[in-house]
């Protein structure tokens, strides 16, 4: 390994932030989505169930396959929180050709849901852009999502190429003797 990226970050925070992308990452998104449910609790949403409703919203109805893109979320993951959205009736299922494709949309309740969280969520928006500025936001946001495509990518390739050695190299040792 070359040790690159494993110093402290300087500033009053340095301390606290692993070398590590990801525990940095999962350390920031938790205090993040903290203040943004905070801020949200009086709308009953958490700013993961805004999320959702937000990107059916805007799709106007969405299969798990199209919320698992939108959000970059694991299918038990959401699957779960839409069982969750639905049992409260907040989304409600649209039948479709294909039984086995699940879609979904805002009930009327969710619409009402969505549109009572918005300008809640929008104060915790802006009070991370008036710290952090929206010039620096922007930048972060392409990072992020190159930052994104990478890991996708990665975890679509480690599907698909999945290479076994035959059985006649099995047990044989990879270094010439």
Known sequence: ????????????????LSPCVCSTLRMVSRAV????????????????????????????????????YMLAIDQTTLTRSLNLLERDRVIE??????????????SSKGRRALEAARPLWARAQDRVLREWGTKAWA????RLAHLLRVAVKKKQSRGRSRVRPS?????RSLVAG
């Open 1 to 16: 390994m070359n040790g690159g990226g494993t110093r402290p970050t300087k500033g009053p925070d340095g301390e606290r």
């Open 33 to 68: 989505t903290q203040l943004y449910d905070d801020l949200l609790r009086p709308s009953g949403l958490r700013v993961t169930q805004f999320s959702i409703l937000a990107t059916i919203a805007r799709l106007g109805e969405a299969n798990l396959r199209q919320l698992e």
């Open 93 to 106: 299922r649209v039948a479709h050709p294909d039984a086995r494709v699940k879609s979904m949309k805002l």
């Open 139 to 142: 930048d972060t946001q392409q």
């Open 167 to 171: 059985r006649a190299r099995r047990g």
